[in-house]
């Protein structure tokens, strides 16, 4: 059965050559009065004006396009989708003024959620979870990177990338795994931070590779949890055990994670808010996928986002994230990303879809699949209501989707 979308006011493509890097970003590949035929869950045809009328048959599925924005699948290239609890608590904190990094160190923050994490078994996680990604589905995202990392010893984290599996499996969302045991110092190892990159190296990662658990493996590159040094052994011991390389880096003071993103030649580097020129630099010149979390930038109030139009400047390919997580964006929306990469870094709203769904998708190594309505790709696809481009991040603060399309099935229809 074709499912057919007819009289798109804004057809945002994002076709191309995959991934957009520096100035190509400002290319959407918008087609006024489009169309989308959908087949077996494939983008079968595109176009503008009549075009589509070769498929219509009497019993074709006919979306009325008019008013509307069409965009592909949001894709959220980093959260912290699974823990359990909440912490807002730390809110009459974080407005006191009390720092990010001595939180943590004080024993809440992250490891606030370990505990919580540790204690809730696996069906509340998956619950929790699974509520969340409903949440994300009915604002247009259709494919998700969820890092494990509140656990911090091997069962919970095994634990935790169990979930993932059972989300991919049970949820329309797909889901991309990494593992993210380098997230904190455990208390277990307190004072004792070589035995726990020792276990890391030595237990966790070998095991997680061993049971096919996770595709990526990311480490907290920042003053007061692992330094430039550590997240390199810890790096490097994932990739020879076959994981692609992530970093979250410069999220709080710059400390080189940026230039070790390049070093490494990571697919991505994440967060960047306080990444040097140096530091952007070599992104650009290593390919590394800029990652950024404006609304995570916002929320830890430090009063400056990441440079985003610099590092378009310097031709690296910027993606946008949620980083969904209890402390530093607890939100699921991208359409709230939206607001915060246009108002916040002064991206254009060309740049800021591209950087949602192509670039994130190339920050997850899925560019092939999914990211772009081009034909033969999957046909998850996301309907706003909304007369334009510009009017969609202009209007801003509401849920904007009317319909989202995940392997050609319409799973949020009419919001
Ligand atoms: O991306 N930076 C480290 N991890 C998360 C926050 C985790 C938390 O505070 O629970 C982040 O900001
Ligand atoms: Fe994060």
Redesign the pocket.
């Known amino acids: 059965m074709y499912i057919i979308i007819k009289n798109i006011d804004c057809l945002v493509t994002c076709a191309g050559q995959g991934r957009k890097a520096g100035a190509a970003m400002k290319d959407a590949g918008i087609i006024e009065n489009g169309y989308v035929v959908i087949e077996n869950g494939k983008i079968k045809a595109i176009g503008s004006g009549e075009g589509y009328l070769e498929y219509l048959k009497e019993y074709s599925k006919v979306i009325d396009g008019r008013g509307k924005t069409v965009t592909p699948g949001l894709v959220d290239p ?1 959260t ?1 989708l699974v ?1 359990a609890g909440s ?1 807002e608590n730390e809110l009459p904190m974080k407005l006191n003024k009390v720092g ?1 990094i001595e939180i ?1 160190n004080s024993g809440g ?2 490891l606030s ?1 370990v505990r919580n994490t540790r204690a809730a078994s696996i069906e509340s996680l998956v619950e929790a979870s699974k509520k969340r990604l409903d949440l994300m589905l009915r604002h247009g995202t259709t494919t998700v990177e969820s890092k494990s ?2 656990g911090l010893d091997l069962e919970t984290e095994r634990k935790l990338l169990k979930v993932n599996q059972i989300l991919n499996e049970e949820h329309e969302v797909d889901i991309v795994s990494t593992f993210m045991g380098a ?1 904190a110092i455990p208390p277990e190892f307190k004072g004792n931070r070589e035995g726990f990159i020792d276990t890391l190296i030595n237990e966790m990662i070998p095991k997680v590779a061993e049971e096919n658990l996770a595709e990526f493996i990311d480490c ?1 590159c ?1 003053e007061g ?1 692992f330094s430039t040094e550590e997240t390199e052994k810890i790096l490097k011991a994932g990739e020879e055990h076959g994981f692609k390389l992530k970093l ?1 880096g410069d ?1 709080v003071e710059s400390i080189g994670g940026a230039e070790l993103a390049g070093k490494l030649k990571c697919i991505s580097a ?2 960047l808010i306080a990444a040097s020129d140096k530091g952007i630099k070599a992104l650009s010149d290593n390919n590394v996928v800029a990652v950024l ?1 404006p609304s ?1 930038a916002f929320y830890l109030m430090v009063g400056k986002f990441a440079r985003a139009r610099d590092m378009i400047d310097a031709g690296v390919a910027v993606a946008l994230a949620t ?1 969904c ?5 607890p939100t699921e929306s991208l359409q709230t990303v939206m607001t915060f990469a246009c108002f916040g870094m002064r991206m254009l709203p060309e740049e800021v879809i591209n950087a949602m769904t192509i670039n994130a998708a190339s920050a997850i190594n899925r560019e092939k699949e999914i990211g772009s309505i081009e034909v033969g790709k999957r046909a998850d696809i996301a309907i706003f209501n909304s007369p334009n481009l510009n009017y969609l991040i202009y209007h801003f603060g509401i849920n904007a989707i009317d319909t989202v399309i995940k392997d050609g099935k319409i799973v949020v229809s009419n919001l």
């Open positions: 980093h912290h823990y912490r990010y943590l923050g992250i959620t990392g509140y997230h907290f920042e949890v979250h999220e994440e967060h979390l995570t980083d997580n209890p402390g530093t964006s």
